[in-house]
């Protein structure tokens, strides 16, 4: 998310084709995300001290989107990676 290129949409209005050429990001806790997640989720606990660092496996060329349970992590996240260069 760039600051030019940075969107916030419901995970509703997202469709299936767009899910296949992303990397969904789900920054809740691992207990979070053991009781349910998106398919194909990739898991990165936001509440993690090395939560950057762990971004650092992902390509900065990846669009991402990013969810949690009510939207405040996954604002902060994407505020970050955002100040990262990540799309």
Not at 12 to 32: A, G, K, M
Not at 56 to 81: F, H
Request: hydrophobic share 35%; glycine share 6%.
């Amino acid at each position: 998310m760039g600051c030019a290129q940075s969107k916030s949409k419901a995970i509703t209005e997202v469709s299936q084709n767009e899910l296949n050429d992303v990397i969904i990001l789900d920054v809740r806790t691992p207990e979070e995300y053991a009781a349910g997640h998106l398919d194909n989720a990739l898991n990165i606990n936001w509440y993690d001290s090395d939560f950057a660092k762990q971004m650092k496996s992902i390509n900065k060329d990846e669009t991402l989107y990013v969810y949690c349970k009510k939207g405040g992590r996954s604002a902060k996240a994407a505020q970050l990676l955002d100040s990262l260069g990540y799309k």
